[in-house]
């Protein structure tokens, strides 16, 4: 079963302008992580937040976390050519650890 | 700088062949996973292995075997290939279970026919 699914499943923007995308999850978790893949490759880990944590910066991302809503967002910021990726979200259940992925938000980004 | 290294990475299988799919990590890390990722579907994960010496059933498991050679290398196996087997197999490694991010190899592209 796929715990984080992720919103909108595909965005498209002009470079410069921020990139938002969302991530819902159904049970309590540990952790949930942010991971980006570019076309033909695997999958970059980027950011993991803590379910005791609520942002965490990396260059130009920002990653949120709403327990009490069971969602999390990414902010990529002045956003670039090369930006262009499917982004995944990924939570465990809670219990197991073991990380479920979301079907991905697939990202273009026009120069 | 290999990180996790697939083996091949295109096959195309008639229906009924076996297939073994390789990976190998270089980052001493202790747990290693198998998932297909399908359009539409993200990633399903297959089996894992938290350690060396165990391997655990994921989400769809049914049709594959896994062998968790060493610390360093974890197979998966198609005994007979299906056409539902068709898929993108990546592999992956993480330093342990929770917490921990996990890195990817580039994937086997698998055709069956």
């Known amino acids: 079963s796929q715990q984080g699914e992720e919103d909108p499943q595909a965005l498209s923007i002009q470079e410069g302008e921020n990139a938002t995308m969302n991530c819902s999850y159904k049970t309590s978790i540990n952790n949930l992580q942010w991971y980006r893949q570019n076309s033909g490759r695997g999958l970059v880990h980027l950011i993991l937040?803590?379910?005791?944590?609520r942002e965490k910066h990396s260059g130009r991302l920002r990653v949120t976390l709403d327990t009490s809503k069971k969602s999390s967002s990414l902010l990529i910021t002045a956003s670039r050519a090369a930006d262009t990726a499917s982004y995944f979200c990924a939570t465990d259940d809670g219990g197991s650890y073991i990380p479920t992925f979301g079907r991905g938000t697939s990202l273009i980004v026009h120069p | 700088n290999a990180g996790v290294t697939q083996t091949p990475k295109f096959q195309v299988l008639k229906t009924g062949q076996s297939m073994t799919l390789q990976c190998a990590q270089d980052m001493n890390h202790n747990s290693m996973y198998w998932y297909r990722q399908d359009p539409g579907m993200g990633l399903r994960l297959i089996y894992y292995?938290?350690?060396?010496?165990?391997?655990d059933k994921g989400e769809v498991p049914n049709g594959y075997n896994v062998s968790r050679l060493n610390k360093r290398e974890f197979s998966l196996r198609l005994e007979s290939a299906a056409p539902s087997q068709t898929s993108v197999y990546f592999c992956?490694?993480?330093?342990?279970?929770?917490?921990?991010?996990?890195?990817f190899g580039d994937g086997t592209r698998l055709s069956i026919l």
């Open positions: 992956a490694s993480a330093g342990g279970v929770g917490n921990q991010p996990q890195h």
């Open positions: 292995s938290a350690s060396e010496g165990t391997t």
């Open positions: 937040i803590r379910s005791n944590e």
